[in-house]
């Protein structure tokens, strides 16, 4: 059930990125009214917290492994670098 959670979050990540791009290129071209480029940013704003949502949970998920003194590995949660933030 969580696989197929996570399968279903993909997808919902996948869809919601193409439609942010496809939004930018439209604003970007300039042919939208003012109103249809307001509606079109409200929507990007509300597919990018989405998307920010969905990466940061699947953070949390991502483990690495890391080696032991004694050369085996075990896994540990990631921790991001917050270096680049």
């Not at 919601?16 to 439209?26: P, T």
């Not at 003012?34 to 969905?54: D, M, N």
């Not at 699947?58 to 890391?66: D, G, I, P």
């Amino acid at each position: 059930m969580a696989e197929q959670k996570s399968e279903s979050s993909i997808a919902d990540f996948e869809k919601s990125l193409d439609e942010l791009e496809k939004l930018v290129r439209d604003l970007e071209q300039g042919e939208l009214s003012l109103e249809q480029s307001l509606g079109a940013f409200e929507r990007g704003v509300k597919l990018t917290r989405a998307c920010q949502h969905a990466l940061r949970s699947a953070e949390q998920r991502v483990e690495q492994l890391v080696p032991r003194e004694d050369g085996s590995l075990e896994t540990q949660p990631f921790q991001p670098d917050d270096t680049t933030g």
